[in-house]
């Protein structure tokens, strides 16, 4: 396979063909910004944070192609100016407490947050009233922190073959459902062995009777930055080549 070069903030990037601007950055340990890509599984360009600039014009980058001679754009002010504005919007329409939330330490959401230097919310909280599903024996449904990134409703149906997951509504109201006719996640099929049950980058799947079994201070984000784990993980991926 042929292998040419990008522009990533100044710096060559390495690609194959086929590549997109994602896939090839984070295997040179360059962070772009995301949540709603996920490297098990082909990009979806809906939460719009990984917003680059490429050749002047302004794309995602996990659903662009990598090609040959492009300048991309990425960590500047002012893309990272927008990224905030884009946190702050979701930290506000759904429920978001860190310090009360079993996810926090290990949330993209919240990493995120810390490595674009999110200091507040800025904007007035939604507080939206989305009930809690416990229905179901090993697993909990927070829908109140749902942030649409579609990774349940995906995997569900493409890796699980399930369709368990779905959004429903429009604008905002628009809100993540269980595919079944009570609502109630008791009643599907869904299990923690699901593909699933893993992706959710924040707290609205949450596996039952282990909460907070890994104390707040030792979890993945907790020590590490988000951007620092890409770099360390491409170094790594590198010495085992």
């Not at 070069?5 to 710096?11: A, H, I, K, R, V």
């Not at 100016?81 to 330490?105: A, I």
């Not at 749902?146 to 779905?166: G, P, Q, T, W």
């Not at 979890?219 to 590198?238: K, L």
């Amino acid at each position: 396979m042929s292998q040419d070069t990008f522009l990533l903030d100044g710096e060559e990037i390495p690609f194959t063909r086929g590549q997109t601007i994602m896939e090839a950055a984070r295997a040179a340990g360059k962070f772009i910004p995301h949540l709603c890509w996920h490297p098990d599984f082909t990009g979806h360009g809906s939460c719009k944070l990984c917003t680059v600039k490429a050749n002047g014009h302004l794309n995602a980058a996990c659903v662009t192609a990598a090609r040959k001679d492009m300048t991309v754009e990425n960590r500047t002010p002012e893309l990272d100016d927008k990224r905030r504005t884009l946190l702050q919007l979701l930290f506000v329409e759904g429920n978001h407490f860190c310090p009360s939330c079993e996810k926090s330490g290990n949330c993209v959401l919240q990493a995120t947050a810390y490595e674009l230097d999110m200091m507040s919310p800025h904007f007035d909280h939604f507080f939206p009233d989305r009930p809690v599903d416990a229905s179901h024996p090993e697993v909990l449904l927070d829908f109140n922190r749902c942030i649409l990134c579609e990774l349940c409703v995906r995997v569900s149906r493409d890796i699980d073959h399930k369709n368990i997951f779905a959004l429903s509504g429009r604008g905002i109201a628009k809100h993540l459902v269980v595919n079944a006719e009570s609502g109630r996640l008791a009643d599907t099929d869904f299990s923690l062995d699901d593909k699933a049950a893993q992706v959710c980058p924040v707290g609205v799947i949450l596996t039952k009777k282990k909460g907070f079994s890994v104390p707040i201070g030792q979890r993945r984000f907790d020590a590490t930055s988000i951007a620092t784990q890409v770099t360390e993980a491409a170094a790594a991926a590198q010495e085992e080549v």
